[in-house]
């Protein structure tokens, strides 16, 4: 080993060492279908409009660090009830990474049912909390009695529900969260990434039970590249989580951008409304293959099944031919042989399906 190596040994933590950074790929000329992002740009009427905005942000300002203007249009947009707080994050990434902060501590523990957003456990795992996956059954389904199980040996601070779920794009049964709210002692963070897509909510449920709070992002809705995300829920409980978030987390840049878009929901509503109509035409087009699994999505995603130990081979041979999906990469589990594509436009997806054809 190097001095330098040695080094980093010496001073970085174990667990972060230890850690696989996260990884993303570069998409060069690919159709990007690999990240759950809305394909679709502005209207040009849009585009000027926002020029003209951005002309006279003062960027040489900090940002209000309570983004005060955006929080009403996100309040409108996401059906936040009147009684209930919002916390802003850089992402809801930076959320997730908030409450590690606040809730954080030895012994403490993360719980996520398995396979789920893969942010749970890295963000758990870098900022010292312990993290606990629970597997979901065969279908995806939450397996409650083992759920159960391991909520009462190990009391979460926080479990964590991607509603629909991340990478599998099924909603868990309703019922059931609402008894893993009564079981829990600590928080249960409904995570909605995908609201736009699934048509369900456990928005309007707040202050029905005092350890739920929502989450949310723009980011599947149309707005990755500006970093947004929010909690919503008791303020007794977003106060404290406030004193940790750094207090200009939210630039000069997302606060106009997201203000302004927002504005013009019904631009992304008939967007997302688009890629819900694409997701059932591209479902039943590989709903026609034969060797593939498909499961159902309430998402902007479909997960998909190939014949055992091909899902390299097909993921390479859809890349080839000019298509970037996502490669889950296991090979025994609940995700074996898995692929996951993002709905993209009507042109996007047939490219995909015919790359897929071919390389089936
Ligand atoms: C379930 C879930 N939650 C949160 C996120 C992260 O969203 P953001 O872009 O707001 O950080 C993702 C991103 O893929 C996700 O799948």
């Known amino acids: ?6 080094k980093v040994a010496q001073w970085v933590r174990t667990e972060i060492r230890d850690i696989a950074a996260y990884h993303v790929p570069d998409p060069g000329d ?42 009403v249009e996100l309040r409108k947009a996401m059906g ?78 926080v479990i964590y529900l991607a509603y629909p779920n991340n990478p599998t794009g099924n909603l868990f049964d309703e ?26 909510s456990f928005m309007n ?9 929502v989450m949310r992002t723009v980011s599947k809705l149309g707005l990755a590249g500006l970093r947004l995300g929010l909690l919503a829920g008791p303020n007794e409980w977003l ?11 939210i630039n000069v840049m997302t606060q106009a951008a997201a203000e302004f878009a927002l504005k013009h929901i019904a631009v992304f509503d008939e967007q997302t409304r688009l890629i819900r109509e694409e997701r059932s035409r591209l479902f039943a087009e590989m709903e026609k293959l034969d060797g593939i699994t498909l499961y159902p999505s309430a998402a902007n995603f479909i997960l998909f099944r190939v014949p055992a130990g091909r899902a390299n081979a097909i993921f390479d041979g859809i890349k080839q031919r000019g298509v970037l999906i996502k490669n889950m990469k296991v090979s025994s589990g609940p995700l074996a ?24």
């Open 205 to 213: 449920r707040l202050g029905e039970f005092d350890n739920l709070l």
């Open 30 to 71: 690919l159709i990007k279908l690999d990240a759950m992002e809305n394909p679709y740009t502005w209207p040009e009427a849009m585009l000027t409009e926002w020029q003209q905005l951005v002309r006279d942000l003062p960027v040489n300002r900090y940002p209000d660090p309570a983004a005060k203007a955006l929080t």
């Open 175 to 200: 019922e059931e969260i609402e008894a893993i709210l009564k079981m829990a002692n600590g928080l249960v963070v409904v995570d909605e990434a995908y609201h736009a897509f699934a048509g369900k």
């Open 239 to 249: 106060n404290e989580f406030d004193k940790v978030r750094l207090p200009y987390n």
């Open 337 to 360: 042989d898995c692929l996951r594509v993002t709905v993209g436009t009507q042109r996007e997806n047939d490219s995909f399906l015919a790359a897929l054809r071919e390389a089936l």
């Open 80 to 157: 936040v009830p009147d009684n209930m707080g919002v916390l802003l994050g850089n992402g809801s990434d930076e959320i997730i990474q908030i409450l590690a902060l606040a809730l954080g501590g030895s012994k403490r523990v993360v719980l996520a049912p398995e396979p789920s957003f893969v942010m749970y456990k890295m963000i758990a795992t870098f900022s010292g909390l312990e993290y606990v996956g629970v597997p979901l059954n065969a279908d995806f389904s939450l397996d409650m009695a083992v759920m159960e199980q391991a909520i009462q040996q190990h009391d979460p601070a």
């Open 1 to 6: 080993m190097s001095e330098l190596s040695h």
